[in-house]
């Protein structure tokens, strides 16, 4: 799973990363509902990349 943050001019400012599946049923040691938090300047969108799984987003803000 990563996240990627971008600038106005799509340049990325800031990304995080979840190495491995964090699933309930998975046993890779990343517990499930894993916090993924990015912070940076002048944020005007976001992408989600999550590669051969599912992704489910609660609580997104931006502030």
Same mark, same amino acid.
Request: a negative charge; aromatic letters at 4%; hydrophobic letters at 40%.
């Given at each position: 799973? &990563? *996240? %990627? +943050?971008? !600038?106005?001019? =799509?340049?990325? @400012? +800031? =990304?995080?990363? %979840?190495? !491995? +599946? #964090? *699933? +309930?049923?998975?046993?890779?040691?990343? #517990?499930? #509902? =894993? &916090?993924?938090? %990015?912070?940076?300047? !002048? %944020? =005007?969108? @976001?992408?989600?990349?999550? &590669?051969?799984?599912?992704?489910?987003? !609660?609580? &997104?803000?931006?502030?």
């Amino acid at each position: 799973m &990563l *996240l %990627i +943050a971008f !600038d106005p001019q =799509q340049r990325i @400012v +800031a =990304q995080e990363e %979840i190495a !491995d +599946a #964090n *699933l +309930a049923t998975s046993k890779s040691g990343i #517990n499930p #509902n =894993q &916090l993924l938090q %990015i912070e940076g300047d !002048d %944020i =005007q969108s @976001v992408k989600f990349h999550c &590669l051969g799984g599912q992704l489910t987003i !609660d609580q &997104l803000s931006f502030q």
